[in-house]
DNA sequence: GTAACCAGTATAATGGAGTATACCAAACTA
DNA sequence: TAGTTTGGTATACTCCATTATACTGGTTAC
């Protein structure tokens, strides 16, 4: 009985510790502008106003916000060194390249969904 | 020229394509409620007020139309039946186990962030 | 027969993510 | 030296997800 109750409780335990780790990544990737972030620096633009019209729609506010939340959760760093040529500068982390298999994973399963919701309607 | 265009245009394409499918899978996981609702009908939770009481905080609004939003989506299926023991039941359907994959990686991603985040502060 | 439980719906309020628009100082450019 | 580009900040607003609270009609338990 006692036993039991011990093994119940560290199921909830780890069920709500698994629950708090997916809205975590959630949270980290949530949002309406994070990914298209995330996607442009990797795709090769580093400067502020270069990411900005990369993206449509995206207004400076909300990049300026993104940016630094990204930066606190270390996905990207940022630089700035007067006496290069490109004074602030944006690149992806190696930390962010370990979002690789979650990341790989979500587009599975979107590009497949997809597909179901069209098949049943 | 015009075929590094065409390579240039596709990538662009599949990158659209990509960034679209992961928000279509944010967009199903995402939301306060979805990942408690699920984690409560694949712990035995199947009638209303049940999954209600197993959510602390949620609402009878907010479940009710989450359960309605994961129907259409296929997470789970509703079944009424005025002869049976329970007469309204909510399950998760096979479709929803499918998030496997990328619930195993979000866990692992999430858990590693918190990690990262207490060590470097 | 009334009290509690079931599976919800209705209406109104709140908060926060996202938008709109304007502005800034510094550098570079013609 | 006037105009443009860069890397942002400031202020106000809008909309939508979520909350709060009340209510309903049917069923089961005492």
Known sequence: MEYTKLILSKM???QK???QALQDTLHV???KWRLPIINSICNGNHRF???ERSIPGITTRMLSRELKEMELN???KR????DAEIQVKY???PYCKS????IEEMIKWGKSHREEIIRNS
């Not at 979002?99 to 979650?102: A, I, L, R, S």
Request: no cysteine.
């Open 99 to 102: 979002f690789g298999p979650v």
């Open 29 to 31: 990737l949530g949002g």
């Open 74 to 76: 270390m996905l990207i």
């Open 17 to 19: 510790e698994e629950v």
């Open 79 to 82: 630089t700035e060194d007067r």
């Open 49 to 51: 106003r270069e990411i």
């Open 91 to 93: 690149e992806s982390t």
């Open 12 to 14: 909830e335990r780890n």
